[in-house]
């Protein structure tokens, strides 16, 4: 089995399932040079390497200002060209190098308070037990719509600023822009284009929230960012609310369906969360490393970089293929085992080096209180299929539905 | 040697010999585990006695965590004093003999008294290197002294002076060479961080030396430089290095100086013939092992990363039966320092170090990441405020890259190769 088909059946949507056995091949090749001139690193020393390596670049995305033309001269002589430059150089922090992204990051930490942060695990408890009263009387619900979806969007979209009304709008444009993330998407022609009016609409949308936010500031991160003296431009700004938008739609969905996935195979392990709640945060560490919801990350080398026996080529796209690192065996014992109580358990769930997850404390506070409030208040619950129905994406993994049978729900 | 070991003895019960405790337990070990520790406390971390206590932010209390599950025998406050290696026994103070089946050396050092003792004797004069010491220098530091003269231009003296002027405390540090901390990072990084001591208001001054010190009774009063300098203190701290506790292993046949004792490459003890002392290991700072980084030199590393790993390589080769089970000790030694607001870390050795580069950052900004060459490889690397790209680094030195090890990098401006 050569190198190139590997990787492509791991992004083949028929192995979504199940992609572990593919991992565990391709860590045969730690390091492994793909048919394309990509390299996929699947190993955790040389992941946990390459992670901090500053010869490697995120700022990884298709140049925009590379369209196909559309025959309207105002068009594509002037409005396109205007705006593929603006995108290009306003990229959201997750695709940039320091010192841009690290100036952009500290600002959003500095709104990411982690006063801020734990204020919202009451709210998330709000909303959970508003969610969960909802599956009264049904003997069947999907997890993923009814639940696993709608709370951690509700929460972004309350810590940002985005008043409940719009949210439904983001639904879409959410989930196109995230292909961003996929190496097998993001350079087709037809994905471009599509992403390209999805972000136009959206940063129409942020622009115009901006201004009501400046007129009338509220307690809000997106209030923080737009009136902060020192802060960001206008071009800046949208491109990181965008971020934060679609990184709350498509992340902390996939930790709380693949939570409850995971629980209703080990009944075990959903036996004692609901006995002993405490143990929620080790769980959900070890959810994050046995079944995380971001499987690879791409980047760029700048320069010839040698890891492992092989030389990474100066300009070669790399895939860190953070989910399979998770799962090495020269790191973690028995790693295909679900073990909550595996000691020193320093997994890859949240990437790692100076893009490590900037709403880490965030998820850990939506996966705890959703998983431990659904295994308390949920009776009986079944998987009605498994494996469930996945999404397309390999790098944001997660079931499209999780249906359950239910025997009923226990009050509050 | 082989036989599976029932009774081990860890004389020594500080960081190295807790690690080893505790990995022991967690590859199976079933037998008895016995420490030995000559101070009266259960294990404790020594990292922030010179910041966190002397500052008063903690007391001198930083007892390390035990597994509940350790089922380890602790003989504190009384040393071991003699080896017998032939009929494996330590004796301890008390006249009591431990047999053992392995035996783990991790005796680690002490402060180097000032060396005149009547001088060392006067109230007002202090050494730091245990949780005693800390508490009585931090009970001395809140009473707030008229001026606290520290001797000693390294990272212990520095760190007392940054706690010093947290807390407003007047401070002459007397460091004998020309630049400070030059031994650890070099003459230009040594030369910075001398640089924001100043601007923090320490009165550094280098290639100095104390002629004598002046008493009003049996306490301190002032001290005399060598250039005739008098200056007014009733509080000096000697940081003027260490002693490596080997004192005990005289007449046991083990190769053991100033300089450590003597190990092998699983770190196993010598003795001085060169062969094997059977069944008897060392770690921490008191060991001198063969360094795989630097051509198997010996070397003894006095770093809490080395103390932690060097015991887990001891612990694994004390339960793998013969050599050929063993692995040799291969860490590369790291280190960290936090003074004056600065956090300066360094991976590898800087020793012999005959070229410097600034990598990532500047010495202006003094936010940086700096790498050290000798003979055209990578032996080094260390950074200010900046230890993201540290990782990479370690690598470059484990892979003895050419010097200088990264280029085309992000954050990265033309690099210039310059004397270290």
Redesign the interface.
Known sequence: MSGSTLFERILDPANRANPYPLYAEMRKTPVARQEDGTYVVSTHAEL??LI??????SDDLPDPRKFRWTGHPVTDLLVRPVRAEIRKRHRPFIFR???DHDRLRAQVMRCFTPERVRGMRDKTQRITDDLIGKMRGKGRIDLVDDFSYPLPVTVICELLGVPPEDEPRFHGWATQLATALEPNQRDDAETQARNEVCFNEIADYIRDLIKDKRKAPQEDILSDLATDRDGMNDYDLIATAVLLLVAGHETTVNLITNGMLTLLRFPGHLERLRAEPETAPRLIEELLRYEPPVHYRTRLA??DI??AGTTIP?DAPVILLLAAGSRDPLRFPDPDRFDPDRPDNRHLGFGG??HYCVGAPLARIEAEVALVSLVRRLKGPSLVKDPPPYRPGASLRGPRHLPLALEGVADE | MTARPERIVVVGASLAGLAAAHRLRERGFAGSLTLVGDEPHLPYDRPPLSKQVLRGLCTADTTLPRHPDLRAEFRLGRPATRLDPAARTVELGDGSRLPYDRLLIATGTRARPWPASEEAALAGVFTLRGRDDARRLGARLQAKPRRVVLVGGGFIGFEVASTCRDLRLPVTLLVRDAVPLAAALGPRLGGLVGEVAREKGVDLRLKTEIERMEAEGDRLAAVTLKDGERIETDCLVAAIGTLRNVEWLDGSGLEADAKGLRCDAFCRALLRDGSVAAGVFAAGDVARWPNPHDDDALVAVEHWGNARAQAETVADNMLAGDASAMRRHDHLPDFWSQQFGLTIKLVGLTEGADAFAVMHGSLEERRLVVAFGRDGRTIAAASIDSARWLPAYKAAIRERAPFPPIGDALDQTRIRVQDP
Do not use: E, M
């Open positions: 946990a390497r901090s390596d500053p010869r490697i670049s190098d320091p010192p700048l320069a040698p890891v100066k080096g100076l």
